[in-house]
């Protein structure tokens, strides 16, 4: 079985500019995180979606980020413009249990550079 | 204010030892505890989850306590091995709805 896949692995961009992720989650898991992890630190959730639904989005920075989850599969993250300081690993996660989560599969995450 | 701790520095030790890694909270109370582990480069991979009710959990070579009382948890890697080594992330399912992950300690065994 397939696991949680992401693209792409690395983006280098310019600031100002603008950048995408996308993310397909576990066949089945209709819980879908998006997480931000900066370096030596955890990861901190940026949004979470059940089904198509973003059931949490209280640290999305709206003005800059947004995230839609078409026919509640696979979800896109983008951001625009691009700051320096969103250098980052974004990484994507998915879940069976909705509401109250199990384990959490991630992706490998897409590592983002801003010059 | 809300924390979630877990040792910054890392922590170094030789091969067949146990090891052990602490998560402390405060402001919290968690319903569950989950430990994960992350290689460089790599998403976090699940090891343990451990309920409010539960005082340990054991996978194999993996225990997890959780001590409500102390608001602490502790993970013990028994008879290490340099494969173990890599970085091991705890996270708070928060009765707010939120699974929130501490900073991580980087685990190294040395053969």
């Known amino acids: 079985e397939a696991g949680v896949v992401q693209s792409p692995r690395y983006k280098i961009i310019e600031k100002k500019q603008p950048v995408a992720f996308w993310c397909n989650p576990i066949?089945?898991?209709?819980?879908l995180y998006w997480y931000l992890q900066n370096l030596g630190q955890g990861p901190e959730l940026l949004i979470r979606?059940?089904?198509?639904?973003?059931?949490?989005d209280s640290q999305l920075p709206k003005d800059r980020f947004s995230a839609e989850r078409l026919k509640g599969v696979d979800s896109t993250l983008k951001i625009q413009p691009a700051e320096l300081g969103d250098s980052a690993v974004y990484l994507c996660?998915?879940?069976?249990?909705?509401?109250?989560?199990?384990?959490?599969?991630f992706g490998e995450g897409s590592r983002l550079t801003v010059l | 204010s809300q924390k979630i701790e877990q040792n910054s520095e890392a922590l170094n030790i030789q091969e067949g030892k146990t090891a052990t890694l602490t998560c402390n909270y405060t402001?919290?109370?968690?319903?569950?505890l989950q430990w994960y582990r992350q290689d460089p480069g790599r998403g976090p991979v699940f090891l343990l989850l451990?309920?409010?009710?539960?005082k340990e959990k054991r996978k194999e070579r993996l225990k997890v306590t959780f001590d409500t009382t102390l608001k602490q948890s502790l993970f013990h890697i028994t008879a290490s091995q340099p494969a173990d080594s890599a970085t091991y992330l705890c996270?708070?399912?928060?009765?707010?709805?939120?699974?929130?992950f501490g900073q991580g300690t980087e685990l190294s065994v040395k053969p």
């Open positions: 996660a998915s879940s069976l249990d909705q509401g109250r989560p199990g384990e959490l599969f």
């Open positions: 066949s089945g898991h209709n819980t």
């Open positions: 979606y059940e089904n198509e639904e973003a059931v949490d």
């Open positions: 402001n919290y109370s968690p319903a569950y």
């Open positions: 451990i309920r409010e009710n539960e």
């Open positions: 996270a708070l399912y928060n009765q707010g709805g939120k699974l929130i």
